[in-house]
């Protein structure tokens, strides 16, 4: 049996509401900048929430704005890497079908049909991952488990979304997941942990990594930003729209995570957290953050993307991936946009108002979707 391989991150893209490039992406998430912002299309439209993470260097009316939003980021990550598409696997998270607006009106695309275009030019192995907001991180977990068996060198991994229409505003909405317009700021709308959090805001984007092992990186003299140290999955069996309030199966994907690496808690130095904003969200993973580190929880930093870039479903974990593995790279952790009062049973040790410079080297980064879906990689700067 072949012996299990190191697996590095080689290459990384993003596209987002705060940059389209992993540069500025980065650059905006250290400056606290929100991408949030009120769309004139849905206050038109008068749909009951008119806010969103609207990804400005796409046009909204493009008809194939899903797979140039999804291209985008892996041309960006195979560039970094020195790699083309005939010489990786592919697995990706497109999520839901998406209802795109068109210039002759709203397009229809299945999500398969997003996957397929995308992955024609990749090799072995190629897969679509549907796992609702955790299918971004699960995709980079599937990937390191293929790299690490030995199965193949590199395999391109990722996820993209265009949650941004009509659809799926009233359908978000009508679970009371949304946050809903009250007249403030538009891009303070989603404010994870926050005392005054009311749910997340929608947003497009997509997010690639490079997984390779180190035997290759190493022979191709590609640059090597991080290391893939371990990943978890788990599975609540709880409810459609919202998780144990105890975070017990948030806290066992964790505890895998760690565990897949050899490794334990007190090895993890900060949290990128799934915190979407949503009120039973944050206080399970609150709670399961907690659990997790026992004691050491004060010690260890936390921060959360979506008060900053909105939830870009599929995109979401990849996205935070990315800010993960440039954490690993400068040791610093950004912080958590549009938290200023934490509430009660969310105590954690917040990342608040600036970035905080801690030489962190390994980083768990979680999603947490619905159905109970659970996924986390844990990264660590490359030894």
Not at 142 to 167: I, N, T
Not at 184 to 189: K, N, Q, V
Not at 293 to 322: C, N, Q, Y
Request: glycine share 12%; hydrophobic share 45%; with cysteine.
């Amino acid at each position: 049996m072949r012996a299990a391989q190191r697996v590095v991150v080689t290459g990384c893209g993003a596209v987002s509401a705060v940059g389209a490039t992993t540069g500025a992406f980065w650059e905006a998430l250290l400056a606290g900048r929100s991408g949030i912002a009120r769309l004139p299309r849905f206050v038109a439209a008068h749909l009951p929430v008119t806010v969103g993470g609207e990804v400005a260097a796409v046009p909204h009316g493009h008809a194939d704005r899903d797979l140039v939003l999804a291209s985008r980021a892996i041309d960006e990550a195979l560039g970094v890497a020195g790699l083309n598409r005939s010489a990786v696997g592919f697995i990706w998270a497109t999520g839901l079908d998406t209802y795109q607006e068109g210039d002759q009106g709203p397009v229809f695309r299945p999500a398969g049909s997003c996957f397929a275009a995308l992955a024609r030019p990749f090799r072995e192995p190629r897969r679509m991952i549907a796992a609702a907001c955790a299918a971004g991180t699960q995709a980079i977990g599937e990937a390191y488990w293929q790299v690490r068996a030995g199965h193949v060198d590199a395999c391109m991994a990722g996820g993209s979304s265009c949650m941004l229409s009509p659809f799926y505003i009233i359908g978000f909405a009508a679970l009371q997941a949304l946050a809903a317009d009250d007249g403030d700021d538009p891009s303070s709308a989603c404010r994870p942990f926050d005392r005054r959090r009311r749910g997340f805001a929608v947003s497009d984007g997509a997010g690639a990594l490079v997984v390779e092992s180190l035997e290759s990186a190493r022979r191709r003299g590609a640059p090597v930003l991080a290391e893939i140290a371990g990943f978890g999955m788990s599975q609540d069996r709880y409810d459609l729209n919202r998780p144990p309030e105890d975070g017990s199966g948030a806290e066992r994907c964790l505890r895998r995570a760690v565990q897949d690496g050899g490794l334990v808690p007190g090895d993890v130095d900060a949290v990128n957290a799934h915190a979407t904003g949503t009120r039973a969200g944050d206080l399970a993973e609150a709670a399961a953050i907690r659990r997790f580190f026992g004691d050491a929880w004060t010690d260890k930093p936390v921060s959360s993307l979506k008060g900053a870039i909105g939830h870009a479903m599929a995109a979401a974990g990849a996205l935070e991936a990315v800010a993960a593995v440039a954490t690993c790279r400068t040791g610093v952790v950004p912080p958590t946009v549009n938290l200023g009062d934490p509430d009660d049973g969310c105590e954690l040790c917040h990342v608040i108002g600036r970035p905080r410079q801690d030489d962190v080297r390994t980083v768990l980064s979680a999603s947490f979707g619905m159905g109970g879906q659970n996924a986390a990689v844990l990264f660590r700067r490359p030894a």
